[in-house]
């Protein structure tokens, strides 16, 4: 396989997850479109290690995974807060919170 198709497929993946944060008002949606920019990522990472047949890019892949799983607890432990409270987990909201 070449380059040039996990190029293509990594675009494609991060193109959807920006349009899932900019587009989507529920918070879970939103940290989904944020995983599928990170796995976008990854992709690259993985993809351009193997490309230069050096591991540092899959080091930091396994850095971006950590990061992302860290990111989805914060991100999930924050929307059930939401929710908790307002009983929705529309993120427009959110504002309502404000003391």
Same mark, same amino acid.
């Given at each position: 396989?070449?380059?040039?198709?996990?190029?293509?497929? !990594?675009?494609?993946? @991060?193109?959807?997850? #920006?349009?899932?944060?900019? /587009?989507?008002?529920? +918070? *879970?949606?939103?940290?989904?479109?944020?995983?599928?920019?990170?796995?976008?990522?990854?992709?690259?990472?993985?993809?351009?290690?193997?490309?230069?047949?050096?591991? !540092?890019?899959?080091? @930091?892949?396994?850095? #971006?995974?950590?990061?992302? /799983?860290?990111?989805? +607890? *914060?991100?999930?432990?924050?929307?059930?807060?939401?929710?908790?409270?307002?009983?929705?987990?529309?993120?427009?909201?959110?504002?309502?919170?404000?003391?």
């Amino acid at each position: 396989m070449h380059l040039n198709q996990f190029l293509i497929l !990594s675009a494609f993946l @991060f193109c959807t997850g #920006v349009y899932g944060v900019l /587009a989507r008002r529920n +918070g *879970v949606l939103v940290l989904m479109g944020i995983e599928l920019m990170l796995n976008a990522v990854n992709i690259n990472l993985v993809a351009f290690s193997a490309f230069t047949r050096e591991v !540092s890019g899959q080091v @930091f892949a396994l850095f #971006v995974i950590t990061i992302a /799983a860290a990111e989805v +607890g *914060v991100g999930l432990a924050i929307v059930l807060l939401i929710y908790r409270n307002l009983r929705s987990p529309d993120l427009d909201q959110v504002e309502q919170l404000k003391g």
